[in-house]
């Protein structure tokens, strides 16, 4: 009796975990198709073939995708897929490899998180760039030179630049939050600011609910340098809790943790 019990435990723990998943999954074959271009795509890109990747390239991105850089993966992989617009969109984190040849990454590839967007052309997935929103760089950002790099050499009084970081680990301290955890009596309100410090949009998303807590995103696209806040308000049954702040396109989940006294 005791092991049904905690079967059934596991079962509804399971369900719930997996609820939202279950009720948004694509209709059969849609995310195989999606998952099998994407693939593709990018692996035309690991092996520098970006004339065979225009046919994966939608009609109005085209010219777009001419004009600009085709960077060289070493490697891809699939981290997440979000559909929309009944399973007609996709928006895809795709995790590559690559060379940035910038002082301290040089000698060996970089993971860095690629936001890729996607839709259904002439009955086939394509990958497209909105074109309000056009993105120069993986993280959104528009590229333009900077300052020449001088060395002792050019000049003697030059300071050592400063350190540089090894792996995309630095990429989630783009985001900050004046906290991180929170403590409010019931019938209160708490703001959170969130700062986005990168150069280029971010998404924010919250995952999960507390019971009795409202919580609500009054910018869920801070450009670069922008701020969002997040208002907790605490309800007259409100229970202590954990949300999750989901930042895209580097699929960065950050912890939020209420305590209702």
Same mark, same amino acid.
């Given at each position: 009796?005791?092991?049904?019990?905690l079967?059934?435990?596991?079962?509804?723990?399971c369900?719930?975990?997996n609820?939202?998943?279950?009720?948004n999954?694509?209709?059969?074959?849609?995310?195989e198709a999606?998952?099998?271009?994407?693939?593709? #795509?990018?692996?035309?890109? !690991?092996?520098n073939?970006? =004339?065979?990747? &225009?046919?994966?390239v939608a $009609?109005?991105?085209?010219?777009?995708?001419?004009?600009?850089?085709?960077?060289?993966?070493?490697?891809?992989?699939?981290?997440?897929?979000?559909y929309?617009?009944?399973?007609?969109?996709?928006?895809?984190?795709?995790?590559?490899?690559?060379?940035?040849m910038?002082?301290?990454?040089?000698?060996?590839?970089?993971?860095?998180?690629?936001?890729?967007t996607?839709?259904?052309?002439?009955g086939k997935?394509?990958?497209?760039?909105?074109?309000?929103?056009?993105?120069?760089?993986?993280?959104?950002?528009?590229?333009?030179?900077?300052?020449?790099?001088?060395?002792?050499?050019?000049?003697p009084?030059?300071?050592?630049l400063?350190?540089?970081?090894t792996?995309?680990? #630095?990429?989630?301290d783009? !985001?900050?939050?004046?906290? =991180?955890?929170? &403590?409010?009596k019931?019938? $209160?309100?708490?703001?959170?600011?969130?700062?986005?410090?990168?150069?280029?949009?971010?998404?924010l998303?919250?995952?999960g609910?507390?019971?009795?807590?409202e919580a609500?995103?009054?910018?869920?696209?801070?450009k670069?340098?922008?701020?969002?806040?997040?208002?907790?308000?605490?309800?007259d049954h409100?229970?202590?809790?954990?949300?999750?702040?989901?930042?895209?396109?580097?699929?960065?989940v950050?912890?939020?943790?209420?305590?209702v006294?």
């Open positions: 009796m005791l092991r049904i019990t079967l059934a435990v596991v079962a509804a723990s369900f719930a975990q609820a939202e998943e279950l009720f999954r694509p209709p059969a074959g849609v995310d999606l998952r099998a271009r994407i693939n593709e #795509f990018y692996g035309y890109h !690991i092996h073939q970006p =004339r065979k990747a &225009e046919a994966l $009609e109005d991105t085209k010219d777009y995708f001419y004009n600009n850089n085709k960077p060289v993966y070493t490697h891809c992989e699939i981290r997440q897929i979000k929309s617009d009944n399973f007609t969109r996709a928006k895809a984190t795709i995790l590559c490899g690559m060379y940035v910038v002082p301290g990454f040089s000698e060996r590839p970089l993971d860095v998180p690629i936001p890729s996607w839709k259904i052309e002439d997935w394509v990958w497209y760039v909105n074109q309000d929103v056009r993105r120069g760089s993986p993280m959104g950002l528009t590229m333009s030179p900077g300052p020449p790099v001088y060395t002792a050499q050019h000049d009084d030059t300071r050592a400063p350190a540089l970081p792996t995309a680990d #630095f990429l989630y783009l !985001i900050k939050l004046d906290k =991180r955890d929170v &403590e409010m019931r019938g $209160e309100s708490v703001q959170i600011t969130i700062e986005n410090t990168s150069p280029g949009t971010m998404n998303e919250l995952a609910k507390i019971a009795g807590v609500t995103l009054d910018n869920s696209d801070p670069g340098h922008e701020k969002a806040i997040l208002s907790l308000k605490a309800g409100a229970e202590s809790g954990k949300l999750d702040l989901v930042v895209n396109p580097i699929s960065q950050i912890p939020i943790h209420v305590t006294k």
